[in-house]
């Protein structure tokens, strides 16, 4: 049991993407790099320190990738309500813009980003190469009865996390906020995260549109079948398991579509320095992606 780590001067940069409004990016990798831009969206809860690990091994590989923090996440600034999935689809829109980031483009996707890329690949499909779904939840694993309830549970316990940081109860335990296994600074964020309240506050407020994002995911429809799709999952393969198949189901209708399982891997730890070689194979798979049938690099 530790205490509240102090106040973290954060890597990366505020870049302004509008009038009054900021958000906080971190780029990485060579930049003259030929490759497509990869964009690194975190899940719930989730900001640009979750993906430190992978942009260290992406520009080893000599890929560019940009994390970046959503409104009110970490260190961007709070920004207008509702914070829904269009909000934040229109967010990152205007932080690609303001970098001059036209594409190519490669979105990676953690968690709840999986609705985010349903609905980022709708409107950005002619500069998008592909996207890599990490352990992702999708608009129909959304509709499913269990995910429904859990969802709710999630929202629930959301709220009381919000609830619990804004009164302290949360510092003295900020020495488990890192439940990834990252190093140095970026480890340190995510201590300094786990108890901050207006990150709790922000991240609260975006789960609770949880089903109102996937539903907006939903109306943007399926994935172009001719977009190269990599799903990454944590855990063993599980066949019959409905939450696993309709995760892989992204990768199993395209035309380039490739799925690993990380058996010793979690939700969280994928995203690890010891795990996320997958990740990048996933990457690099939709990078190069030729018209070759699916493949399942766990079967």
């Not at 509702?82 to 980031?101: I, K, Q, Y």
Request: aromatic residues 8%; contains cysteine; positive net charge.
């Amino acid at each position: 049991m530790t205490g509240r780590p102090r106040k973290l001067k954060p890597r990366g940069r505020l870049v302004k993407i509008g009038e009054g409004r900021k958000l906080h990016a971190i780029l990485e990798g060579p930049p003259a790099s030929p490759w497509p831009l990869v964009v690194l969206e975190a899940g719930a809860f989730g900001f640009s320190a979750d993906w430190s690990a992978v942009q260290a091994k992406l520009a080893l590989s000599g890929l560019r990738s940009l994390a970046y923090d959503r409104a009110g996440l970490g260190f961007s600034p709070p920004g207008p309500e509702p914070r829904d999935g269009l909000a934040v689809r229109a967010d990152l829109e205007a932080l690609l813009a303001t970098l001059g980031e036209a594409g190519p483009l490669i979105y990676c996707g953690h968690s709840m980003a999986g609705l985010h890329a349903a609905l980022f690949a709708r409107t950005n499909l002619e500069r998008l190469k592909g996207v890599v779904l990490v352990d992702a939840t999708t608009p129909k694993v959304t509709d499913s009865r269990l995910a429904g309830v859990l969802v709710d549970i999630f929202a629930g316990i959301s709220g009381a996390a919000a609830w619990g940081s804004r009164n302290g109860l949360f510092a003295p335990w900020a020495g488990v906020g890192d439940t990834i296994g990252l190093d140095g600074e970026p480890s340190a964020e995510k201590q300094w995260a786990f108890a901050d309240p207006g990150h709790n506050h922000w991240s609260a407020q975006e789960v609770s549109f949880w089903k109102q994002t996937a539903k907006e995911a939903s109306r943007a429809g399926c994935y172009d079948p001719e977009l190269p799709v990599a799903v990454i999952l944590a855990g063993p393969v599980r066949p019959g398991t409905s939450v696993r198949a309709l995760q892989a189901l992204p990768a199993k209708v395209s035309h380039y579509g490739f799925l690993e399982h990380v058996p010793s891997a979690s939700h969280a730890t994928l995203l690890s320095a010891r795990y996320c070689d997958a990740i990048i194979r996933g990457i690099v798979h939709v990078r190069d992606a030729r018209p070759v049938g699916y493949s399942a690099a766990a079967e």
